[in-house]
């Protein structure tokens, strides 16, 4: 059964903070969610204002799962993301799914964390 949500969504503002000196390390997450009963298969684009976009980065997300995908975790994520660099996000799946993204900004001694739900893509690409 093919779970909520939708196979396209954007996040149009990301941006990695510097790690900082704090145990809490600065970073970014998608949160992805998959609430049917059959794995996703997720590619991740990343674009950039200023060079070439980062595309076809695959991650599999298991049946009725979640999973932070870390932005800021090369070896898990199978490429680098750069620092300080605005930058956004597509995601696409082969079945539904759920996106959040969440920013953990620890460059000051008052942190923020931002998260927002990334913006879901109608199938036919139009709003109804």
């Known amino acids: ?20 000196n704090d145990p809490l390390k600065g970073h970014e997450a998608i949160c992805l969610l998959n ?54 996000i597509r995601v696409r799946s082969d079945v539904n799914i759920v996106v959040q993204y969440s920013r953990m900004d620890t460059s000051q001694t008052n942190l923020a964390l931002m998260t927002t739900i990334a913006w879901p893509v109608p199938e036919n690409g139009k709003e109804s």
């Open 1 to 20: 059964m093919e779970g909520e949500g939708a196979k396209v969504w954007l996040v149009p503002d990301c941006y990695l903070p510097e790690p900082g």
């Open 35 to 88: 609430t049917g009963t059959v794995a996703a298969n997720v590619t991740l684009d990343f674009y950039f204002e200023d060079r070439e976009p980062i595309k076809d980065v695959k991650i599999t997300l298991g049946a009725e799962r979640t999973w932070h995908v870390r932005l800021d975790d090369p070896e898990k994520l199978g490429v680098e993301i750069p620092r300080l660099v605005p930058y956004a």
